[in-house]
Structures are given as C-alpha cells and as structure tokens.
C-alpha cells in the first residue's frame, strides 16, 4: 500500500507522486490531451448538451486548454486559480449563471486529474501531503484564509490525513537524496505566482539522513510578473495604455486598472463578466484611438488571452538563452512585431528583482545564517532560467555551490517523501 501521496498544487503546473518504501512515483495522467506527468492548473468548462441542459463538462490540464481552443466562444478557460486562494476580496466568480468560490474551483481541478490518475489516484493512502507557499500570492495574502479553502475542497476525498508542507522543505527533501556530505542547504522556489526560500541543515546519523529546517521566506513575486512586465512594455500600448478619451471639455487617461487585468493571465476571464469591461466598451466611443480599445475588446471577446500567453512565454525563454528576440502576435498583426532586449526586459523586471533579493536577505537575516555558511544552493522551478535570477545568487554564491533541476517535480516527490516520516508533524506549516 501506497503511504503518502504529495501534491504539488502550483500557479502554473500540479504534479501528484506517490511514495512507495523510500521511493516514490509521479502519477501520471491520461486524458483527451495525452499522457503526461504533470497538470497545467487551469480548468475549462463548457456547457454540454448530451449531459442534460444545466449540465456543464468539465476539464483539467492540458484536456481544459484543448477544449478552449477547440470551442472558441463557448468555454469559460481558468488558469493560475492558485492566485486566488489567499485573497478575502476574491469571493468566486459566475459560470453559467452559478458562483464557483476557490474551494469549489480546487475541487474541480482535483476531481478532474483524479479521474485522469485512474487507478494510480485510487490506491489507499495513509496521508496527503501538500505543498503550500511561504508567502501566498496577492497584495495582502490571508494565509489562514488559504489553508482553509484548501481544507474545505480537500475534505470531498476522504484522506485519513491532510498535511500542508513549504514547498521549498518539499524541494529539499527531494534535493537531499544526492547529498554526499553533511550540509546547509539553501532552496530557491521560483513559481508563477511565489518565490520561496528555505534553509534546512541536513546530517547523515548512522546511515540515516536527518533534516533540521533553520527558516523560511517568500514573497508574491515570480515567473508571472515577469510575463506581466513584457505585457505592459509591448502589447498594452497597442491597446490603449497610455491613450485619451474625452469627458465633457477635458482629457483624461484611460485607466490603467484595464492592462493590469489583462496582463493576469488567472483575472482575464473573470475581467469579461465584470461591469469593467462593460465600462471599457462605453469608453471607445470617446476614445481619441478608439481603434487601440477596439483592439483591447477584440482580444478578450475571442479568449486570445491564452494564445497571447503562450507568445509572451516564449519570448521570456528565449530572453534566457539570446541577448534579444522577436516578439510577435498574430491577432495584433504586423503592428505587434517588435525586438525586445534582454537589458530592457532585465530593465522592465528590476522592481520585481529587488523584492525577489529582499525575501533572499530577509531569510539569511532572521536565521542568522551568513552566506558563507551556505553549503549548497538548490534553484528549482521554471524562472530559475533567467539570466538575472542565475547573477543574483552567483553574486552571493560561489558558482560550485548552485545546482538546479527537477523545475516541475521536486516540490511533489519531496512532499510525498515527507509523508514517510514518522515525525511529519515537525515538517507541518499551519498559518503563522
């Protein structure tokens, strides 16, 4: 019998692996999309007439996104649903007339990649263990309000036991299983909505590795804000930031509230049903471009906001192996068509460095643990790539001391480890 099963829930991708002795096992997941071993964490649902009139099919990962594109129009698309778990003013949003709050969207995702688990989500597991960040997303995170919407949507499993676990104690764990030599390690989480940091001291006794963990950090900040930094710097301006419109004898800017919402891949589809966007169409009518807000409109009225991540994601990674690049989005047309720069992009993000390093001194600081006592350092997750992120520990670290890997499966098969201890409740990170 399985004894732990760990679950990544993360911003951009969710991975479940399971423990077995002292080893464990990604779940894989088979759906209309394929075969994979990890969830893009978004969630699509679209109404389904051979299921009855009210009845709405739902789907998860790579499956969701298929099913947007394929049934353009017809679908409500969510993504990085994460973001929304620790913020009190995010109260649910409307799908098919019916109000989804967090917990019932976390339901759906897990009911939907349980069933896509088959029988590996089946077996009987003694505890769940999941992994939760530091810091949660959002300007003024409710941690408490988090744990217990997690709680709530995890209650419809049945799970004997639920543990919440930092996902950079997960990463770590996972880490530690090649270490050779005693050591003080340093996790950097890079997520899409958080960047994590824990400090653990790993000694080997008696042939068993143990783990102390010496402190924790994060802050809201990671690979979605940088996608947000290249959506305000090239595709806004086409669409209206920075533009006019006419109230009675004045000019007045256009709202820049508008390109935030935009620029957030988790807020686009909710920005549709909002009066906001009702205000938006009104506002073209005064415009002085009104072709830029027509543009605005066209996007979110046809769910390019998906397309349009995918454009701008590419053109970050790329950003990480060439000092410049083409970005380019069909639906704008050949207006969109623009060089961007490393130095301007590393320009664009520098506000969101300097939080990234802050959460970096502020975890070294409280735990007293100079940089030279740093044994190794471990960068996990998919922002870990870029060239700024690698210079800012390079600064502080010698080179020899930094490893990568594992981007999209550390955290889950450090969780599912963790459920094998005995002394878990020493792992456990309930709201402070």
């Known amino acids: 019998m399985a004894k732990a099963l760990g679950f990544d829930f993360g911003t951009t991708n969710s991975v479940l692996a399971a423990s077995h002795g002292n080893t464990t096992q990604s779940l894989s997941f088979t759906s209309s999309a394929g075969t994979n071993d990890s969830m893009r964490t978004a969630l699509s649902f679209m109404k389904h007439a051979q299921l009855g009139a009210a009845a709405v099919k739902i789907e998860a ?21 994460k973001t929304f778990a620790a913020s009190p003013l995010f109260q649910g949003t409307l799908i098919f007339a019916r109000r989804h709050g967090f917990e019932d969207l976390m339901r759906s995702f897990l009911t939907r990649i349980a069933d896509y688990a088959g029988e590996g989500w089946k077996q009987e597991y003694g505890r769940i263990v999941v992994g939760r960040p530091v810091r949660f997303a959002g300007s003024n995170p409710d941690e408490s309000l988090a744990l217990e919407r997690y709680g709530r949507a995890l209650s419809s499993f049945d799970f004997p036991e639920v543990h919440y676990v930092y996902e950079p104690v997960a990463a770590a764990f996972y880490f530690a299983q090649n270490l050779k030599n005693d050591a003080t390690v340093l996790v950097a989480d890079f997520g899409g909505g958080t960047t994590d940091y824990s400090i653990i001291r790993f000694e080997s006794h008696a042939g068993e590795l143990t783990a102390v963990p010496v402190g924790h950090s994060g802050v809201g900040v990671a690979g979605d804000h940088f996608d947000f930094r290249i959506i305000d710097n090239v595709v806004s301006p086409l669409i209206g930031k920075g533009s006019q419109f006419r109230s009675f004898d004045k000019l007045l800017d256009v709202p820049s509230s508008y390109y935030a919402n935009f620029g957030r891949w988790n807020q686009l589809s909710i920005f549709k049903t909002l009066k906001d966007f009702a205000d938006l169409k009104q506002l073209v009518r005064s415009a002085v471009e009104p072709e830029k807000l027509e543009t605005f409109i066209d996007l979110v009225e046809h769910d390019e906001g998906y397309p349009l991540y995918q454009a701008v994601s590419a053109t970050k990674m790329r950003l990480s192996r060439e000092e410049e690049t083409e970005f380019y989005f069909a639906p704008l047309g050949e207006k969109s068509r623009r060089t961007v720069r490393r130095s301007d992009f590393e320009r ?25 006592s740093i044994d190794k350092v471990f960068l996990t997750g998919g922002t870990s790539f870029v060239p700024a992120i690698r210079r800012l520990f390079e600064n502080r670290f010698a080179g020899d001391r930094i490893e990568s890997g594992g981007e999209l499966l550390s955290i889950a098969h450090g969780l599912a480890l963790i459920g094998e201890r005995d002394d878990i409740e020493r792992w456990t990170a309930m709201a402070a």
């Open 61 to 81: 990962g790579q499956a969701a996104i298929q099913q947007f594109i394929d049934n353009p129009g017809e679908v409500r698309f969510l993504q990085s649903i």
């Open 348 to 372: 664009w993000i520098a506000p969101d460095l300097a939080r990234i390093e802050e959460a970096l001194d502020e975890v070294l600081a409280t735990t007293n643990t100079p940089a030279g």
